[in-house]
């Protein structure tokens, strides 16, 4: 069964830095372009960054320099490196399998965990 967890967020202030994490069971991410999303209350997705099979890594240009998306093939997890964080980060964030490239939207189907919910205060 594929699954996806997300974890690692939490309450930062403004300049802080989180780590987020995705571990994924049922299929290797090593084998699939893997990507982080997150969404806001009332707002749409947005897809922030994304990693291919190759390792090649794209951003969203609002978090680009600030967040670093890589895996773990051995461990078999997504991680997500943020610093800087900004109260516009504040989102529920989530990976995706099929995600290659942040210049398109991130997949609406595809196995989805629960999210992880970071919160940026000023």
């Known amino acids: 069964q594929v699954q996806l967890v997300e974890s690692g967020g939490g309450s930062v202030q403004a300049g802080g830095s989180l780590t987020l994490s995705c571990a994924a069971s049922?299929?290797?991410?090593?084998?699939?372009?893997m990507g982080w999303f997150r969404q806001a209350p009332g707002k749409e997705r947005e897809g922030i960054a994304a990693?291919?099979?190759?390792?090649?890594?794209s951003y969203a240009d609002s978090v680009n320099g600030r967040f670093t998306i890589s895996r773990d093939n051995a461990k078999n997890i997504l991680n997500l490196q943020m610093n800087g964080l900004k109260p516009e980060d504040t989102a529920m964030y989530y990976c995706?399998?099929?995600?290659?490239?942040?210049?398109?939207?991130?997949?609406?189907?595809?196995?989805r965990g629960q999210g992880t919910q970071v919160t940026v205060s000023s």
């Open positions: 995706v399998r099929r995600y290659c490239n942040t210049r398109t939207p991130p997949p609406a189907g595809g196995p």
């Open positions: 049922g299929f290797r991410v090593g084998g699939y372009c």
């Open positions: 990693i291919g099979i190759d390792g090649s890594t």
